[in-house]
């Protein structure tokens, strides 16, 4: 059955992906469905943070079309593709922000960049309220980056990603550096924003739990392509080495029981 275009938030065909001699992604097509949480998932160096940043723009592609919200985003120019990157967030590794300004400071980089002429006193509204969505507390408005724990940072990010009210969110592991306890509370706040805002989620990941816990499909990466998409047992079905090797190793049967003993407590 085909997908209506509606349905599908971000659609990539035939992407080609290089660096000098160095191939990274070729012939590689994915769709993501408006409303899911889609782990991606690779060994590393298979080019997942690189197709993440095709699809905001941050990669030039060799060859291939990529469309987000139905739209080509390739060859548009700046004030098209700026129309469209307003509707989405993003959270990359290590949150990035920046470190001379607050956590409010940061959340509010967005909203000025796209509304430059809003007044100052929606501007510390909408930051404040952006804050509390992300589970921080309000005395955190007024920190800096190095004033916070790892899982500070990444909640920061967070705010500041739903900034625009994004439709679309691109997290490039939420998780890492996280302990098992601040993990598992992240991934319930993306799970939380996504159910309260119907939020597409592009999920980088390595961390099994997250996998278990809240996506609802997953994407694999290898051989310079999307090798497999979908659920969890779709994906264990698979006779594909890699796949087998990461669900199926102790840390993914640990992972699996955990989550087995939570669906039946
Ligand atoms: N700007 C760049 N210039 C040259 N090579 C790059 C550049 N960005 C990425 N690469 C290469 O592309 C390949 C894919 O990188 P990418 O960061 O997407 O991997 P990844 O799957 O996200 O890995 P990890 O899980 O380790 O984060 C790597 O071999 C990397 O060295």
Known sequence: MSEKDDDIVIRVRGLKNGFGDQIVHDRLDLDVRRGEILGVVGGSGTGKSVLMRSIIGLQTPIEGDISVFGQSMIGKDETEAKNIRRRWGVLFQGAALFSTLTVAENVQVPIREFYPRIDAQLLDEIATYKIAMSGLPPEAAMKYPSELSGGM?????????????????????????????????????????????????????????????????????????????????????????????????????????????????
Not at 164 to 191: H, K, N
């Open 153 to 265: 940072k990444k909640r920061a990010g967070i705010a500041r990603a739903l900034a625009l009210d994004p439709e679309l969110l691109f997290l490039d592991e939420p998780t890492a550096g996280l302990d098992p306890i601040g993990a598992a509370a992240f991934d319930a706040i993306v799970r939380e924003l996504q159910k309260n805002l119907g939020l597409t989620v592009f999920l980088i990941t390595h961390d099994l739990d997250t996998l278990y816990a809240i996506c609802d499909r997953v994407a694999v990466l290898a051989d310079q392509k999307v090798v497999a998409i979908g659920t969890i047992p779709e994906l264990l079905a698979l006779d594909h080495a890699w796949i087998q090797e990461y669900f199926n190793g102790p840390r993914g049967r640990a992972a699996r029981a955990t989550e087995e003993a939570g669906a039946e407590a």
